[in-house]
């Protein structure tokens, strides 16, 4: 005799299944497969697992359960990509200096059932805006927020009396990270609601962080209002990192923004100091040091350490899936992050040697960024153009 248990409380105890059990429970019987099949449940795994995504533009005509299991399969493919399935092109012609890069196309998503990877970059030639509200920091210490297309001003904030070097939105878009690397430079975080929309008279809602020197900052894709901050102190130049989580109450018309530090630590002196930095889950940290690669906790737990490259490394890249490190020989290691255990941990992937014209490896600068189907780096060679190699894989 089947014991039949009602919908909505078979609901509720399906939320709290991951992909794989949802998956297992849809096969017990009709009932259980059509509470599975519930699009909510799989909307809110896609949630939990891709937070970063703009789903409203990726997700089409898809169900969110056909768009997770898609999805999953490319993450797939990509942990267990080796060189050979890549084709390998060089954009040719004098393309200048390359700066930032960015997918146009939502990192490899489907958008409309057309799977492509569009990319976008700002060129010492050319200037290229593709944001729905851009922030801009400039050398006086003001930030600017402006319309796109229209590039109409919004607000100015006079934020510092030097340059504002970093500048960070959050993953759900409600605080602006804003910070010099002058060591009188106190950071500073707002909330974009009071940018949006500024009150004659007075001053956008912030809050300054009690950590001057700062030189990275990254927030975490998946914990919303969780940053982590990467600074120098003392005439040896400590590196430390800590972490804040940031709330914002409101008690009738006023609204407080709080700041409470959750994890800090120092790096030993002996190891070199990072350039680069960046965060998984919110629990990791994953930085260069010379030619290593380093996975700490944010308590200063060292969980790994990566010897991929003979050089050192000269450019790190992190999102909620992939990590991409280049390095002054012109080679790039692409990981991935993998969720199995007590700690998410990286797996590394796949090592990619340079196949361009020219094969002295002798780049100043190289940077890379890579979606579900493809990985995009600029080698400069010369202080007056950049090379843009691009890797796809075989569909």
Not at 238 to 247: C, S
Not at 258 to 283: C, K, R, Y
């Amino acid at each position: 005799m089947e014991f039949h248990v009602p919908d909505v409380p078979l609901l509720k105890i399906f939320s709290f299944l991951d992909a794989f059990s949802l998956l297992q429970a849809s096969q017990v019987n009709r009932c259980w497969n059509s509470v599975a099949e519930n699009d909510q449940l799989w909307r809110n795994l896609c949630l939990r697992k891709w937070s970063f995504c703009n789903f409203s533009l990726c997700l089409g005509s898809q169900t969110w359960k056909q768009f997770f299991l898609k999805q999953t399969r490319l993450e797939y493919r990509m942990a267990s990509v080796k060189p050979e399935d890549f084709i390998f092109k060089e954009a040719s012609g004098n393309l200048g200096i390359l700066g930032p890069m960015a997918y146009l196309s939502g990192h490899g998503h489907t958008m409309d059932r057309q799977e492509k990877s569009v990319i976008c970059t700002v060129s010492s030639k050319h200037m290229l805006y593709a944001w729905d509200v851009q922030e801009v920091g400039n050398s006086e210490g003001d930030i600017y927020t402006l319309t796109v297309p229209e590039l109409r001003g919004v607000s100015k904030v006079s934020a510092f009396k030097y340059s504002v070097d970093l500048l960070h939105c959050s993953p759900d878009k409600k605080w602006i990270f804003a910070s010099g690397t002058h060591q009188n430079i106190l950071p500073v975080v707002f909330l974009t609601e009071s940018l949006l929309k500024p009150s004659e008279g007075k001053s956008p809602l912030s809050l300054s962080i009690p950590f001057p020197s700062c030189c990275r900052a990254c927030w975490a894709p998946r914990r919303t209002g969780r940053i982590t901050v990467m600074y120098r102190r003392g005439s040896f130049k400590k590196t430390g990192f800590t972490t804040f989580e940031l709330m914002a109450e409101r008690t009738g018309d006023r609204t407080d923004i709080q700041a409470h530090q959750i994890a800090t630590f120092l790096l030993p002196l002996h190891m070199e100091s990072p350039i680069w930095m960046g965060v998984g889950d919110g629990n990791m940290i994953v930085f260069e040091s010379g030619p290593s690669l380093f996975l700490f906790t944010i308590s200063g737990h060292l969980l790994q350490r990566f010897e991929d490259h003979q050089r050192t490394i000269g450019n790190l890249w992190v999102d909620s899936v992939h990590v991409l490190t280049t390095s002054m020989d012109d080679s790039l290691h692409l990981y991935m992050w993998e969720e199995e255990g007590h700690y998410p941990y990286l797996r590394s992937c796949c090592h990619l040697e340079h196949l361009g014209s020219d094969p002295a490896p002798s780049c100043y600068v190289s940077k890379a960024v890579c979606d579900d189907m493809s990985i995009v780096c600029v080698v400069s060679r010369i202080r007056e153009s950049s090379i843009l190699v691009m890797y796809s894989l075989h569909m």
